[in-house]
């Protein structure tokens, strides 16, 4: 699967009426197998970038496609239903729903996407939470699980879907070193046995070394970090040389 | 859909206040509605057992015919005033007659009307096959003035058996011992319950109550009102005519007649089941404005659960809900409260209906029979259903419109 973005860009108003643009992008491609990683600074447009590819923000220009899908010309009903099948997104907060178990929170995407029978959703949430090492833990609430439980429990419900891509927003935040050393195996691991395309938004400097594709963003524009010190190459020519070495 | 029933569940179990108050609001409104309709039947029922299950005429003096009927089968009111004995005797002489039974009432027994009658009374059946409707339990039937026989339900609510004595007082309502007639009953038989409203008066001859009114003449008004000064009068007469034709005779006669009037009771208590539909009709509208505060209650409630869940609900759409899908989940919610309602209102309902009926009955000895209604049922059901689709229309309507963006990613 290849995801591309041509030409986004993302504006908006301010209070004070001025425009004022988030993210400009000329032109990104992604394949299924790429792991990169985002970095940028608060501020610098990752989320706006991660919501324009989950199909949540409309850019003000510019075309994202899967393969030969449009996003942004598929009407809402349609572009929902994308996103349940073809998007995971382990959000900076977790964002699980406090009413649920932690096994009815994976099923939730699954419920969406209708990819699979029904009858498959316990098992195959169960069986994620168990290689997630939360077997145990399935009908606990978010409430009664720690920050690090709880975001394997997010990572769980981004993946039960086999998503082709994974969004993961600063997944290892909230959590100690050997927490996002485990968190980051496993989401690894998890997106190579898909073949899925994952983007990792992270301030973390230790997870520089885990990617072999690491981009900045800053002020809304792409670059490659791992291009000559200082002379940081336009990201579409990197993936243009890896897709040719590929 | 099972899914999203699950996740409604969840969530109402999440917030049980927030759920189980609408619910039960909704309940109580559903629950008046169904004491109303239940309690109207069981009192139409019971009336229509009470009042008629002789197939007598009554007659009596010329007046309110409904009053007639409701104080001579039913021992509710006051008498209409009184007729001549001789209607009476007349009466037994008639060969369209096949029993007449004279009724003459004005006094009580701590609130027990004391009946005035002679043994055709007893001999009054349910049809003409039937055994009689009134047995003696205990004792025997009264043979000489001031001799009594108590019904079974006054038996046991005053405590008097065989043996004991007693003093009537004038009236109908419970007196003060300054009331008292001088004259002193005593009991010689007790009746078996005949699931009827004579179960709580007393029986004597009609000579004693005559007697115990001529001593009393001159303070006594409402019975010793007979046109010529006399005592001897009576409040009604039971006749039950030997066939159709012939009653219809009779009552054609007594039409005509200026000194008293014949009554169906059936045709007189469908006048009163009209009045009885109107008080319906009264309390359903209440039934219908305390729906209108529920609804109002189940919309207030799940407009400010949708407000406080705007986050989970774009939880649910970054991961693929559909506006539809968050639309309907509301929507379900609302109903699954209102149904939940339905199902409370109906269990408070009935069971408010029988205990009410059950003070009712123990009270005036009318039965009233609290049955399942199933003609109510498609209202009981559809009317919640109605309303949580209305009450959830506009939080429903919020949850679709929730901006995902501005909700998870506030800055």
Known sequence: MILRLDGVSHTYRTPSGDARTVLQIDEWTLASGDHVLLRGVSGSGKTTLFNIIAGLLRPTQGVVACDQTVLYNLPEAQRDRFRARMIGYVFQNHYLLPQLTALENVVMPMAFARKDAPKTWSDTALSLLDRLGLREFAAYRPSQLSTGQRLRVAVARALAVRPPVLLADEPTAALDPESAVVVMDLLQRLCRENDAILIVASHDPALSDRFGHVVNLRAGKLSNEHAQAGQALPVQAVFSVESQIQ | ?411
């Open chain 2, 1 to 411: 859909m099972m899914y999203d029933l699950g996740i409604s569940l969840r969530t109402l179990r999440a917030h049980p206040l927030q759920s189980l108050i609408p619910a039960l609001i909704v309940g109580l409104a559903v629950a008046l509605s169904v004491a109303v309709f239940a309690l109207g039947d069981g009192v139409r029922q019971g009336i229509i057992r009470a009042s008629d299950p002789f197939g007598v005429l009554v007659v009596g003096p010329k007046g309110d015919a409904q009053q007639l009927v409701l104080n001579s089968l039913l021992l509710q009111g006051l008498p209409v005033g009184t007729i001549p004995v001789e209607i009476f005797d007349v009466l037994r002489a008639d060969p369209r007659v096949r029993l007449v039974v004279p009724i003459a009432t004005g006094d009580n027994l701590s609130g027990a009307p004391i009946i005035g009658t002679d043994a055709s009374f007893f001999e009054l059946r349910t049809n003409i096959n039937a055994p009689p409707a009134f047995q003696i339990a205990q004792g025997a039937l009264f043979t000489e003035d001031f001799q009594a026989v108590l019904g079974s339900l006054a038996s046991n609510q005053l405590g008097l058996q065989v043996g004991d004595t007693f003093r009537g007082a004038h009236g109908l309502g419970a007196s003060l011992a300054s009331d008292l007639h001088e004259n002193v009953y005593t009991i010689v038989g007790v009746l078996a319950p005949s699931n009827t409203p004579f179960d709580r008066a007393v029986f004597t001859t009609i000579a004693s109550i005559w007697e115990v009114h001529a001593e009393g003449m001159a303070e006594t008004a409402a019975f010793a009102a007979g046109a010529e000064g006399s005592v001897e009068n009576l409040t009604s007469i039971l006749v039950s005519p030997v066939g159709f034709v012939e009653q219809n005779q009779l009552w054609q006669e007594f039409y005509m007649a200026t000194d008293a009037q014949a009554a169906f009771p059936g045709q007189e208590l469908a006048g009163l089941f009209d009045l009885l539909s109107q008080g319906e009709r009264i309390l359903s509208i209440v039934g219908y404005l305390v729906l209108s505060i529920a609804a109002l209650t189940v919309f207030l409630s799940m407009y400010n659960v949708t407000i406080s869940r705007q986050q989970e609900i774009a939880i649910m759409r970054s991961l693929g809900g559909s506006r539809a899908s968050v639309f309907r989940m509301i929507i379900t919610e609302t109903l699954i409260i209102t149904l939940l309602g339905a199902v409370i209102g109906r269990v408070i309902g009935y069971a408010a209906a029988v205990i009410i009926a059950s003070v009712f009955s123990g009270s005036s000895a009318i039965p009233v029979p609290i049955r399942f209604l199933p003609s109510l049922e498609p209202l009981l059901w559809l009317l919640p259903v109605v309303v949580g689709v209305v009450a959830g229309l506009i939080p429903a309507i919020n949850a679709y419109q929730v901006d995902v963006v501005e909700r998870l990613f506030p800055t």
